[in-house]
């Protein structure tokens, strides 16, 4: 006789949104104290699955009372099933992961058996990990590796903190001519610096056109820039002086794979 009796099954969520500068966030929840694993820890919204009921409803039963909202209007996706019979301290418990990307930023509600719930930025996970409950730094990190599109995320410029849809300061590093798309300070045929889009001109055009690479160190993919560059030498992506942004033509994929350095 095969022994079942501690084995359990749970559903988690890995739910993100769009904030209103334009960042893309993450619904996390922070554990109770008197919690017998992991207390005060911040963790992905789960729960368990109760007898008779469908795994894909535990899901949409998880999203409804952490923020309102129908999960499947959304059309989430399974991202992996999670199994290590040492996740969990308290027993073997195996946990189906979903994610879904909701179109707005909903007010979070924590009730039942977490003591506060709130948004994180994507960002934040970018190059370090949380610390968060059970494995759920690993599963945050898959969502993200199966999908970089969820980390299309919009930010502050990283020189001068400037937000997206605001001009650079003149002397940012990472301002950009809008005149020719060169480095501004190098450049100098403009007293005032392109605008902030929320991310590098290169990154917008590698978001666009889906090119994403690996480096090493960082576990999620990242905006392949070399194959933007490769694509501006080839006439095939010119910067756009009144949109002050990347325009992109028409794309030969196999010519700029036979010009992009390989990292």
């Given at each position: 006789?095969?022994?079942t009796?501690?084995?359990?099954?749970?559903?988690?969520?890995?739910?993100?949104?769009?904030?209103?500068?334009?960042?893309?966030?993450?619904?996390?929840?922070?554990?109770?104290?008197?919690?017998?694993a992991?207390?005060?820890?911040?963790?992905l919204?789960?729960?368990?699955?109760?007898?008779?009921?469908?795994?894909?409803l535990?899901?949409?039963?998880?999203?409804?009372?952490?923020?309102?909202?129908?999960l499947?209007?959304?059309?989430?996706?399974?991202?992996?099933?999670f199994d290590?019979?040492?996740?969990?301290?308290?027993g073997?418990?195996?946990?189906?992961?979903?994610?879904?990307?909701?179109?707005?930023m909903?007010?979070?509600v924590?009730?039942?058996?977490?003591?506060a719930?709130?948004?994180?930025?994507?960002?934040?996970?970018?190059?370090?990990?949380?610390n968060?409950?059970?494995?759920?730094?690993?599963?945050?990190?898959?969502a993200?590796?199966?999908?970089?599109?969820?980390?299309?995320t919009?930010?502050?410029?990283p020189?001068?903190?400037?937000?997206?849809?605001?001009?650079?300061?003149?002397?940012?590093?990472?301002?950009?001519?809008?005149?020719?798309?060169?480095?501004?300070?190098?450049?100098?045929e403009?007293?005032?610096?392109?605008?902030?889009?929320?991310?590098?001109?290169?990154?917008?055009?590698a978001r666009e056109?889906?090119?994403?690479?690996?480096?090493?160190?960082?576990s999620?993919?990242?905006?392949?820039?070399?194959?933007?560059?490769?694509?501006?030498?080839?006439g095939?992506?010119?910067?756009?002086?009144v949109?002050?942004?990347?325009?992109?033509?028409?794309?030969d994929?196999?010519?700029?794979?036979?010009k992009?350095?390989?990292?």
């Open positions: 006789m095969h022994d009796s501690d084995a359990q099954l749970a559903v988690d969520l890995v739910l993100t949104a769009t904030n209103n500068y334009g960042r893309k966030c993450i619904l996390l929840v922070r554990r109770p104290m008197d919690s017998e992991y207390p005060g820890y911040l963790a919204p789960g729960a368990y699955v109760n007898r008779g009921e469908r795994v894909h535990v899901a949409d039963r998880i999203a409804f009372e952490t923020t309102g909202t129908n499947w209007y959304y059309k989430p996706r399974l991202v992996d099933v290590h019979p040492e996740r969990d301290p308290r073997n418990v195996c946990s189906i992961v979903f994610a879904g990307t909701l179109d707005r909903l007010e979070p924590a009730g039942g058996d977490v003591d719930a709130g948004w994180v930025p994507l960002s934040t996970f970018e190059n370090t990990r949380l968060l409950a059970f494995d759920h730094d690993d599963i945050v990190e898959c993200l590796r199966d999908d970089p599109s969820i980390m299309r919009l930010t502050e410029c020189g001068c903190r400037v937000e997206p849809g605001e001009y650079h300061e003149k002397m940012c590093d990472h301002a950009m001519c809008p005149e020719c798309g060169e480095q501004n300070i190098m450049c100098g403009s007293d005032r610096p392109a605008l902030w889009h929320g991310v590098s001109p290169s990154a917008e055009v056109l889906n090119w994403w690479t690996r480096i090493s160190g960082i999620h993919p990242v905006e392949d820039h070399y194959r933007v560059f490769t694509a501006e030498e080839l095939q992506v010119a910067w756009n002086a949109e002050q942004r990347y325009s992109i033509g028409v794309i994929e196999a010519e700029i794979s036979r992009a350095p390989v990292w």
